[in-house]
């Protein structure tokens, strides 16, 4: 799955590989930008950071950088080692992953949930699930207007990119072989590991950092970008830059993490339960 560093690179395609790299260097630009204009004294005026006062600093802020530089260059490589033959990586291979995954993203899950004051949900059970719904309503219907408007078989006449991400094509195909212990994996690392994992990073601390130099709307559109660009899938590009607006909406909602969490959880978990369906 991960290839090894000292091989040829054999990136997912071009075009995804420019997008990622466009995406992370306007999140840069911006970051820079803003914080040369904060030092010039020209920058946006101070305003409350979640989870706490004090985040992001200087060293959650050097954290993040060096985390997206590590896990793109890691997102490119992984694209060379997978095979095109349509078969399921073994679930030791999957297993690896799912650890080589935590430890990467470890050092900014201690930050985060280890936070003083790291705020709860301000909302009930009944009106979290309701705003989950809400939530995942808006992505559902964002993605449906970008498959009506043909944007995503252009994208896929155009470059020549599969439809689906891999890890889809990689559930189905477990699914269809009867291999119990890829699909568990599989279904392990989008419905838990994801939700954490990715909400912590690109909400907790790219959304923070960037809103921090560049206002709301700035951080909001240039980390769903990051987020979309990552999963390297051009023809999902739109629908999840759409989920990333979203799920930057509903942080700033509920000014605490769960909430985007339990969104992604139930997106991913409604989306591997209709391929499994469709794959037995």
């Known amino acids: ?3 090894d560093a000292t091989g040829i690179l054999v990136p997912h395609g071009v075009a995804e590989v420019c997008v990622m790299a466009f995406a992370l260097a306007l999140c840069f630009a911006l970051w820079v930008c803003g914080a040369v204009a904060r030092l010039a004294g020209n920058g946006l005026p101070a305003v409350p950071q979640y989870p706490h006062s004090l985040f992001p600093n200087k060293w959650d ?3 993040t950088a060096g985390f997206l530089i590590v896990f793109i260059w890691c997102t490119v490589l992984a694209g060379g080692d997978r095979p095109d ?9 999957l297993l690896f992953n799912i650890v080589f995954t935590l430890v990467l993203y470890l050092p900014m899950l201690a930050r985060y949930f280890t936070l003083q004051k790291l705020p709860r949900p301000r909302f009930g059970f009944i009106k979290g699930g309701l705003m989950v719904l809400g939530f995942l309503m808006i992505c559902w219907l964002g993605a449906g207007a970008v498959n009506v408007s043909g944007i995503t078989d252009w994208l896929i006449q155009a470059t020549g990119c599969p439809e689906q991400q891999d890890v889809v094509e990689e559930l189905q195909a477990g699914a269809k072989g009867g291999d119990g212990w890829s699909t568990l994996f599989i279904t392990v690392a989008a419905v838990v590991q994801a939700p954490i994992c990715e909400e912590c990073a690109f909400r907790g601390f790219l959304y923070n950092i960037l809103k921090k130099h ?3 709307v700035s951080a909001t559109l240039a980390s769903a970008l990051l987020f979309s ?8 590009l739109l629908p999840l830059f759409i989920f990333g607006v979203v799920q930057c909406l509903a942080y700033e909602k509920a000014r605490s993490l769960w909430l985007p969490m339990c969104i992604h959880a139930a997106f991913n978990g409604v989306a591997v339960l209709t391929l499994i369906h469709q794959s037995t």
């Open 1 to 3: 799955m991960l290839a």
């Open 61 to 63: 802020q050097l954290l």
């Open 85 to 93: 033959d349509g078969s399921v990586p073994s679930a030791l291979e």
């Open 214 to 216: 560049a206002g709301k």
């Open 229 to 236: 660009a990552v999963h390297a899938s051009l023809p999902q």
